[in-house]
């Protein structure tokens, strides 16, 4: 869209998606890249762990065979415990960016996760790294519990966005949080981007409806049966709900309301 009128902005970036996707849990190769086509998304995330340190090297890697000129990395900290490990994890994934030509890109979703059962993320480990972080330059997404005072002082240290759960990572069980989801999105002056829980095109559509800025999705789409029509129908569902969010939703009524009044109507 022209003037950036509705582009999602995080950090100093614009983008016209607001649909993010990960790249784990594929069955193929050829499954991930063709669901990031139709997802028409314009940032991937991939866990730092998973990357080899230096891909000049190496030509079979699956970062290699994706557009970066039109693709934008979200390197993200999966597998830290601690803050500490988050950090680290964050300045390989810078470098991995250089090597890919994004060398002005110090983005980094940060996750410190140490519950191994639920996969929650860590509120203290979350608040310490992202303060590092942020003094180091780095423009900060962290994933969080749906706890709106947490995302508050997220926000107050200068993160570029806060990245609610909305149930727990890879559950598919949705939007558990509804109404402290309502409470960040309320009052936080950056994007807020669901993350984790959602199964559904409908779900996808229904955070958006709440006005959240975008979605991040990785398991429905590689899981499910046809990832490539799934990641069509992710795209769809949450522009969908973008562009009924802007609309602005007809006031709920307790009686019914007839679409063809009586009134003024000629007798004959």
Known sequence: MKNNI????????????????????????????????????????????????????????????????????????????????????????????????????????????????YLLPDPIGTLKAAEFLIKKGFTVLPYINADPM??????????????????????????????????????????????AGIGTPSEATQAMELGASGVLLNTAVAQSKNPSQMALAMQLAVKAGRIGYLAGQMEKKYYASASSPLEHLSII
Not at 46 to 75: M, Y
Not at 78 to 103: D, K, P, V, W
Not at 167 to 187: V, Y
């Open 6 to 117: 509705d582009k999602l902005k995080i950090g100093d970036k614009f983008f016209n998606s607001r649909l993010m996707l990960g790249t784990g849990k594929y069955k193929t190769t050829e499954d991930a890249l063709k669901s990031i086509e139709n997802s028409d998304c314009e940032i991937v995330t991939v866990a730092i762990r998973r990357l080899p340190t230096d891909l000049r090297n190496d030509s079979t890697s699956f970062l290699k065979k994706l557009d970066w000129k039109k693709l934008w990395l979200l390197p993200n900290t999966a597998g830290s415990q601690t803050a500490e490990e988050a950090i680290r994890m964050a300045f390989l994934g810078h470098e991995l960016a250089c090597q890919i030509g994004q060398s002005d890109n110090f983005f980094v979703k940060l996750e410190v996760i140490s519950d191994p059962k």
């Open 150 to 195: 947490l995302a508050l002082h997220l926000e107050d240290l200068g993160c570029a966005t806060v990245m609610p759960l909305g149930s727990p990572i890879g559950s598919g069980q949705g939007l558990n949080n509804l109404a402290n989801l309502k409470i960040i999105i309320e009052n936080s002056s950056v994007p807020v981007i669901i993350d």
